[in-house]
């Protein structure tokens, strides 16, 4: 497997102050708030360097999209994304999970 990581995202409680954070607290660049009109799509993307974001989305909705209850908050709310370039290679590495020991979870 060759690694990808292209975005980690964190989950946070309020998304427009969080992206006030990040955009101007911290100065990374964005393009703000965009997927609104999807249930639970609102995101935020901050450019980091060489093809990496950082990405920020409500907890509620984080949870929801990875199918686990919604805990009290916690510093383990996030995602590593993992992009590959065909569903063969989706296919691959996901099997080779599975053959690492991991548990492969589909709905």
């Known amino acids: 497997m060759k690694p990808r990581i292209t975005v980690l995202t964190l989950g946070v409680d309020d998304l427009e102050k969080s992206v006030t954070f990040y955009r101007d607290g911290l100065g990374l660049p964005t ?5 609104q009109e ?3 799509g609102a995101v935020a993307f901050f450019d980091l360097q060489a093809g ?13 999209e990875a199918k686990v209850p919604l805990t009290a908050r ?14 063969g290679e989706v296919d691959l590495i996901m099997e080779q999970a599975k053959q690492a020991g991991r548990a492969i979870v589909i709905e």
Do not use: P, Y
């Open 52 to 64: 990496v974001k950082l990405a920020l989305w409500n907890r509620q909705d984080l949870a929801h």
């Open 38 to 40: 999807f249930a639970h």
């Open 74 to 87: 916690s510093a383990a709310e996030m995602t590593i994304g993992h992009n590959v370039a065909s569903k």
């Open 31 to 35: 393009e703000g708030i965009v997927g």
